[in-house]
């Protein structure tokens, strides 16, 4: 009878270790494998629950605008809904675009306030004004206050329709950032328009997932 020498010996070993590095791999697979099965499936479903949602919250929107919103629109959405990041995303602009708004409002109350002001200190300067005149030149005298006035008024308008252009300026940028930004997380249906209908559409669109994400606050809540 033949007997193994050590080289035979190391050499049985050595397929030994490599057939059971061989299995433990092979085993490290599967189980991958079935993690992104489970992980898919779950993906699957939650997609589906998504859309269905969706579906159910379009039908509060007026006709034109679920004529729009078809079946591969609202999947495409459902999708880009799946992590909940784009939730984040629509959460921090409604945020900014809230801030921006606030902003700005202050600011032409601030105007306003300043203007206000203004004509009240010049009506009483032209008062005071007017009680220390002669009366021979109180006619010459109220003519260059309105004068000072008509102005001061025209001032006052100018500097209005500044504000109300910087404020209408601000917020199309808000706008443009928020599609920009919407596009390049690939949510279905954004991408910088100015066309009416479109943002129109674009709006909605904010709408449902804002209401979406109330939902499932709502729902991790119940379950917390």
């Known amino acids: 009878m033949e007997r193994f020498g050590c080289g035979d010996m190391e050499r049985f070993g050595g397929g030994v270790e490599e057939y059971e590095a061989a299995e433990y791999e092979a085993a490290e ?45 609202l999947s495409d959405l459902a999708l880009a809904l799946l992590d909940g990041t784009v939730f984040e995303i629509v959460q921090g602009l409604l945020e900014i675009q809230h801030l921006t708004e606030k902003n700005l409002y202050s600011q032409r109350l601030q105007l306003h306030s300043e203007h206000r002001g203004m004509k009240q200190e010049l009506f009483h300067r032209h008062k005071e004004a007017q009680q220390c005149c002669r009366p021979h030149n109180l ?17 006052i308008r100018e500097e209005q329709r500044m504000m109300d252009e910087k404020i209408v300026l601000e917020l199309d940028q808000k706008v443009i950032d928020q599609q920009s930004t919407l596009e390049k997380a690939g949510v279905s249906g954004f991408y910088i328009t100015t ?13 449902l997932i804002r209401k979406l994400q109330q939902k499932e606050s709502e729902s991790e809540k119940a379950f917390s």
């Open 139 to 155: 006619p010459l005298l109220r003519a260059a206050q309105q004068r000072e006035m008509e102005a001061v008024e025209q001032r």
């Open 29 to 73: 697979q599967q189980e991958q494998l079935s993690r992104q099965q489970e992980q898919l499936s779950r993906q699957q479903e939650r997609h589906y629950r998504l859309l269905s949602e969706l579906q159910t919250l379009v039908k509060a929107l007026p006709s034109s605008c679920q004529q729009r919103l078809s079946y591969t629109t």
């Open 195 to 207: 066309n009416p209908q479109e943002l129109t559409l674009q709006m909605n669109l904010l709408e």
